[in-house]
């Protein structure tokens, strides 16, 4: 069984950065897009990057691109997000995404915290 372990959030200043990771145990990254979505106090599930796992292709927020880049290591079957910038606005419950055609597989969340 697939399952997907967010780490590396926390609490951080504003202009300060973090470095999220989520692995997958049980299973490989071997085909198609991996994403990370958040969700801020009262407000809904948000996209917030996406990367395709064959080639590295990467899709971002409005919110976020230029400040966050998403990245892949293939032999740690390993997704990244860098957050560089952060702003009190970036505070969330970030998650990680693998959408596959047999399930849509979740990690359990990770917090993020920016002080202003």
């Known amino acids: 069984q697939v399952h997907l372990v967010e780490s590396g959030g926390g609490l951080v200043q504003a202009g300060g950065s973090l470095r999220l990771s989520c692995a997958a145990s049980?299973?490989?990254?071997?085909?198609?897009?991996i994403g990370w979505y958040r969700r801020a106090p009262g407000k809904e599930r948000e996209f917030v990057a996406t990367i395709r796992w064959s080639s590295g292709s990467a899709g971002y927020s409005t919110s976020v691109k230029g400040r966050f880049t998403i990245s892949r290591d293939i032999a740690k079957n390993t997704v990244y997000l860098q957050m560089n910038n952060l702003e009190p606005e970036d505070t969330a419950i970030y998650y990680c995404n693998w959408p596959t055609p047999s399930s849509d597989y979740w990690g359990q969340g990770i917090q993020v915290t920016v002080s202003s």
């Open positions: 049980g299973g490989s990254f071997d085909s198609y897009n």
